[in-house]
């Protein structure tokens, strides 16, 4: 079974630009998750979807970060303009269903992006 | 004060040793925990769930205690591909689906 693709695996990218990450869940998962990780730190979750909705945005900076999930399936996140303190990794996760709570939904994580912003 | 915290390590130990990692979270009302294991420039994986009851798996023995609100993680018999990383979660306050990480805690198992 595929796993949680995401690319670009990498981005380097000037302060000001506008940049982009895609993510392809496991099919047939409803929930996904974005998270930002800083060197040294845990995930920060940004963003969570339940199909094309986002139930949980209170973390995404929305002055500068937008994401969408338009089918249900795949999302992007965009940062514009990017900022130096955006520079991290990108990861994002998906899990099964939204019943029975997170004890019963793993979330499997994709590669993640490494944002570098100079 | 974070919600989760870790020592961040190193733990540097020799193979064959037994380590053990606790973790504090902030949030009485936390209903689900788990650790994750982290390998250098890759993408955290769910290493196990952590049930009231405590639970093993294999080499791997987790550990709540509600009332102290700490969850620990205890690895027998080290292996040199046990070094990573290892994050302590739980569920966030205000949803039960968002997860809360630590800064989780290195683990160096050395030959």
């Known amino acids: 079974e595929a796993g949680v693709v995401q690319s670009p695996r990498y981005k380097i990218i000037e302060k000001k630009q506008p940049v982009a990450f895609w993510c392809n869940p496991i099919s047939g998962h409803n929930t996904l998750y974005w998270y930002l990780q800083n060197l040294g730190q845990g995930p920060e979750l940004l963003i969570r979807?339940?199909?094309?909705?986002?139930?949980?945005d209170s973390q995404l900076p929305k002055d500068r970060f937008s994401a969408e999930r338009l089918k249900g399936v795949d999302s992007t996140l965009k940062i514009q303009p990017a900022e130096l303190g955006d520079s991290a990794v990108y990861l994002c996760?998906?899990?099964?269903?939204?019943?029975?709570?997170?004890?019963?939904?793993?979330?499997?994580f994709g590669p993640g992006t490494r944002l570098t912003v100079l | 004060r974070k919600e989760v915290e870790q020592d961040p390590g190193p733990f540097n130990v020799p193979e064959g040793a037994t380590v053990a990692f606790n973790c504090t979270y902030s949030?009485?009302?936390?209903?689900?925990f788990f650790w994750y294991r982290q390998d250098c420039r890759k993408e955290p994986k769910l290493l196990m769930s952590v049930y009231s009851s405590g639970n093993e798996d294999g080499r791997f023995t987790a550990q709540l205690n509600r009332a102290s609100q700490y969850i620990s993680l205890l690895i027998r018999d080290s292996k040199l591909s046990d070094s990573a990383t290892y994050l302590c979660?739980?569920?966030?306050?205000?949803?039960?689906?968002?997860?809360?990480f630590g800064s989780g805690t290195r683990l160096l198992v050395r030959p």
């Open positions: 996760a998906s899990s099964p269903q939204t019943s029975g709570g997170p004890m019963y939904n793993e979330q499997f």
């Open positions: 979660v739980v569920n966030g306050e205000d949803s039960s689906y968002k997860l809360i």
């Open positions: 949030n009485s009302a936390s209903q689900s």
């Open positions: 979807y339940e199909n094309e909705e986002a139930v949980d």
